[in-house]
C-alpha cells in the first residue's frame, strides 16, 4: 500500500513525538503504523471512568485480540508514553479478556462471531476494529481506508452505552459517525 | 483684524463659555480616547491570544489524526471573526495542514517564527504551539489587524465632536439667561457714559438691574456722576461768578486807566510846556547875559579910557559921574557872569562821577589860597566821602559856602568847619563859621537869586552864590538850609544821597558802573 507525502509526514511527527521509530524515518508508514499511531491518539481524547484505573500506577492497557497486526511497531509508538498519567502497556490476547484489564481492546480481522464477543465485554473498555461491519457488530471505533488513507469511524450508540466517553474533538474528525 | 480684546463682552462671553467647554471634553475625550486605546489594544492582544489558543484546541484531533478537512471546517468558523486576517495550522514536521484567509490570494505563512510579530499594514501575527497531554502536535499561526483600534478612534472622535457640538449649543442656550445679567449691566453703564461723555449731561444715570459687584459698580458710576453734577455745577456758578466780577474789575480799571491816561496826558503836557518855558528861560537868561557881555565891554572899556584920559581935565563934578559909571559897569559885569554861571548849572547834559570830596577841599584850598591867606582864615575839616555828582559843580558848591563864610565874618578871623555824616541813605555835610550870622527870618530868601541882606557898601557880591549852591544840590536831588542866629555864626547843611557802597570804594569802579569816563569832565 502506498502513502502520501502527507501520511509520511506526520508519521514522522509521531515518530519524533516517541522517539521510537528513528530506525523506520527512511521508510515509507505502512497502513498499520499508521494504526498503531492512530491506537495512541485514541487514547488521548478518551475519558474513562474513575473505576477504570484502581490506582494510579496502573497502566493504560491496549489489548490486541487475535492475530497482532502491528508486530513490534506499536510497542514502539507506546514506549515511553504516558496517557493521564499513565504509562502505556500493550497486551496481545487469543481470547476475551477479562473484566477490566483492557482500557483499549483492538479486536483483529479474522476475528469472528464479533457481535457475540463485544456484548460479553463490559462498558469500560473502548473497542476498536476493522471495518464498519465491526461498528454494526456493536463495536465504538472502526478504522476504515479512505482513498487510501487511514480514517475512523465511530457507532455513537456504541460509544453512548459505554463508559467510556469520546471527546466531541475526535468525533468531529471521524470519518462518518453511527447513531 | 479685530481681536478678542475687542470684540463685545456678549461675544466675550460666548468664547469663554464655549472655550472652556472645549477644553473640558476636549481633554476628557482625548483623555479617555487614550486611556482606552491602551486597554482596547490590551484587551486585543489578550482576545486574540486567546483565541488562537482556542483554535489551537480545537485542533489538536485534527492534527492528531492528520484531517485537513476538518481542520479547514474548524477555521472557517473564524469568518465570523472580521479582524481575523489569516490563520495556518502546521504540523510538527512544519507543514501546513489547513489554512484560512480573509484575503484572496492568500499570505505565505509559515510556522518558523517569533511568537508575536507585527507585519506591514499594522497586522499583529501571533504563534502557539498546538499542545496535547504534554506533547506538540503542531504550530497554529494566526493573524489579526488593528483596523478596530482607528475605527475605534474615529468613533471615539466623532462622539468628542458630537457632545462637544451638542454641550457648545446646551450651554449657548443655558447661559443666554446668565449672560443678560451680566451683559445688560455692563452695556447699560456703557451706554450712558457714552452718552455722559458727548453730552456732557451729568444727569443720566445708569439702569442698576441686580445687586451684584455690577450693581455696586452701576451704584458707584451713579454716585460719581452725581458728584460731578454736584461739583459741575459749583464750577460753573463759580465761573460765572468769576465772570461778572472779572468784567466789574475790568470795568473800574478802565475807568481808573482812563482817569490815569488823562492826569498822566495833562502831567506830561505841563511837564512839556514847563520844560519848554525852563529851557526858553535858561536859553534866554544864557543869551541875555551873554550877548549883553559883549556891550557891556565895551561901554567899560570906553569908560575906563575916559576915565584915564580925562581925569582931572573936566570939572570935579564930571570926575566924580565918571566914576559912578565905571562902578556901575564894573557890576554889571560882574551880575552878567554870575547870572552866566548860575545858568549853567544845569543847562548841558553833566556827568556825574563818584566824586572824593576831601579832594574837593583840597581844590577849594588852593582856589582859594590868597583870600584865606589875607583873612587869616582857619580852614578844617573831618574825613569827608565819596559822592556821586559832577565833581566841578561840588567844587564851586564848596567854594561858594567857604567864601561865603570867609566874606560874611565878623571882627575875629574866620574858623570854618567841614564835616560829613552819614543819615541812612543821605550824606549830611554841614559848613560852619563863626561869622555874623544870619536872622532866622530870612533863612529863606538867602537862597534866592539876587536877594541880599546887606547894601553892597558893607560886602561885595551879586547875591548869587548861595542860589547857585542851591541850584547845584537839589540837582544832585538833595537840599540846603542853614541854621543861625544873628551875630552867632551861621551852619549851612546840605544832603546828598549816599552811593550804594561804602565810602571807601574808589572812583575807578563807579565809572565802570556808570559807563561814564573820568576826561568827560565839563570846563
Known amino acids: 500500500m502506498r502513502l502520501s507525502p502527507t501520511r509520511v509526514a506526520v508519521l514522522l511527527g509521531l515518530c519524533l513525538a516517541a522517539e521510537a521509530c528513528a530506525q523506520e524515518t527512511n521508510a515509507p508508514p505502512s497502513e498499520y503504523q499508521v494504526k498503531a499511531a492512530y491506537l495512541l491518539n485514541f487514547t488521548r481524547f478518551v475519558a474513562w471512568p474513575a473505576t477504570a484505573f484502581a490506582d494510579p500506577d496502573v497502566p493504560l492497557t491496549i489489548c490486541i485480540l487475535g492475530e497482532d497486526p502491528f508486530g513490534a511497531t506499536l510497542d ?34 479474522g476475528e469472528r462471531e464479533q ?23 456493536g463495536g465504538v471505533l472502526a478504522f476504515v481506508l479512505e482513498d487510501r488513507r487511514v480514517r475512523f469511524s465511530i457507532n455513537l450508540a456504541a460509544a453512548n452505552r459505554s463508559d467510556v466517553k469520546l471527546s466531541s474533538k475526535l468525533l ?7 447513531k | 483684524m479685530r481681536t478678542l480684546r475687542d470684540t463685545p463682552i456678549r461675544k466675550k462671553l460666548i468664547a469663554i463659555v464655549v472655550a472652556t ?8 475625550g482625548f483623555g479617555i480616547m487614550i486611556l482606552d486605546g491602551i486597554l482596547f489594544r490590551t484587551r486585543m492582544v489578550r482576545d486574540f491570544s486567546a483565541l488562537t489558543k482556542i483554535v489551537a484546541d480545537l485542533n489538536t484531533a485534527t492534527l492528531s489524526f492528520d484531517d485537513p478537512q476538518a481542520a479547514r471546517e474548524t477555521l472557517m468558523a473564524l469568518k465570523a471573526r472580521p479582524h481575523v486576517v489569516q490563520t495556518c495550522l502546521f504540523r510538527t514536521d512544519g507543514t501546513e495542514l489547513a489554512q484560512y484567509s480573509r484575503e484572496v490570494p492568500a499570505r505565505a505563512c509559515s510556522a518558523a517564527g517569533p511568537t508575536e510579530e507585527i507585519s506591514a499594514g499594522d497586522d499583529v501575527t501571533l504563534r502557539r504551539p498546538v499542545m496535547l497531554d504534554g506533547r506538540q502536535v503542531g504550530t497554529v499561526l494566526l493573524t489579526y489587524d488593528r483596523t478596530e483600534v482607528s475605527e475605534r478612534r474615529l468613533l471615539f472622535g466623532a462622539v468628542v465632536l458630537g457632545t462637544f457640538t451638542l454641550a457648545s449649543l446646551l450651554a449657548f442656550l443655558l447661559t443666554a439667561k446668565l449672560r443678560g445679567s451680566i451683559e445688560l449691566p455692563i452695556s447699560n453703564l456703557a451706554h450712558t457714559a457714552a452718552i455722559v461723555a458727548e453730552t456732557r449731561n451729568y444727569q443720566v444715570r445708569a439702569e442698576k438691574v441686580s445687586d451684584d459687584e455690577l450693581g455696586l459698580l452701576t451704584g458707584a458710576f451713579n454716585e460719581m456722576l452725581s458728584r460731578i453734577q454736584l461739583s459741575d455745577r459749583e464750577l460753573r456758578r463759580a465761573a460765572e461768578e468769576l465772570e461778572a466780577r472779572v468784567a466789574e474789575r475790568t470795568r473800574e480799571l478802565e475807568t481808573e486807566l482812563a482817569e490815569r491816561r488823562r492826569a498822566e496826558e495833562a502831567l506830561n503836557r505841563q511837564a512839556a510846556e514847563l520844560a519848554r518855558s525852563n529851557a526858553d528861560l535858561q536859553q534866554f537868561a544864557y543869551v541875555a547875559s551873554h550877548d549883553l557881555q559883549e ?16 581925569s582931572g581935565k573936566l570939572d570935579a563934578e564930571a570926575d566924580e559921574f565918571i566914576g559912578y559909571a565905571v562902578d556901575g559897569a564894573r557890576r554889571m559885569r560882574q551880575l552878567i557872569t554870575d547870572l552866566l554861571e548860575y545858568s549853567r548849572v544845569g543847562s548841558r547834559d553833566q556827568v556825574w562821577q ?45 567854594q561858594n559856602l567857604i ?10 578871623p574866620p574858623r570854618i568847619h567841614v564835616t560829613a555824616t552819614r543819615e541812612g541813605e543821605w550824606w549830611k555835610f554841614s559848613v560852619a563859621d563863626n561869622g555874623i550870622g544870619i536872622d532866622p527870618a530870612h533863612h529863606q530868601r538867602i537862597f534866592i537869586i539876587f ?14 552864590g548861595l542860589a547857585i549852591c542851591n541850584k547845584i544840590v537839589n540837582r544832585l536831588g538833595g537840599r540846603i538850609w542853614v541854621e543861625s542866629e544873628a551875630g552867632g555864626g551861621a551852619t549851612f547843611y546840605f544832603t546828598i544821597p549816599a552811593m550804594n557802597s561804602a565810602t571807601g570804594s574808589g572812583p575807578g569802579e563807579f565809572s565802570d558802573i556808570y559807563g561814564r569816563r573820568n576826561d568827560q569832565e565839563t570846563e
Open chain 1, 115 to 137: 457481535a457475540k464477543l463485544l456484548r460479553g465485554l463490559d462498558h469500560e473498555t473502548l473497542t476498536v476494529g476493522e471495518g464498519e461491519g465491526f461498528l454494526r457488530a
Open chain 1, 172 to 178: 468531529n474528525v471521524a470519518r462518518s459517525v453511527l
Open chain 2, 295 to 310: 556891550p557891556l565891554r565895551m561901554v567899560f572899556s570906553y569908560m575906563n579910557l575916559i576915565a584915564e584920559q580925562y
Open chain 2, 21 to 28: 467647554l472645549a477644553v473640558a471634553i476636549l481633554l476628557a
Open chain 2, 354 to 398: 563818584p566824586t572824593h570830596c576831601d579832594k574837593v577841599l583840597q581844590d577849594v584850598r588852593a582856589n582859594l589860597s590868597l583870600t584865606l591867606e589875607e583873612s587869616r582864615t582857619v580852614l578844617t575839616s573831618s574825613t569827608l566821602p565819596v559822592i556821586l555828582a559832577e565833581p566841578a559843580q561840588v567844587t564851586q558848591l564848596f
Open chain 2, 403 to 412: 567864601a561865603n563864610g570867609i566874606k560874611f565874618r565878623g571882627s575875629e
Open chain 1, 76 to 109: 514502539r509508538v507506546v514506549e515511553g508514553e504516558t496517557v493521564d498519567g499513565h504509562r502505556l502497556a500493550v497486551q496481545r490476547l487469543q481470547r476475551t479478556p477479562a473484566s477490566k484489564s483492557c482500557h483499549v481492546l483492538y479486536v483483529a480481522a
Open chain 2, 451 to 464: 536877594q541880599r541882606l546887606h547894601d553892597r557898601t558893607s560886602y561885595a557880591g551879586t547875591g548869587i
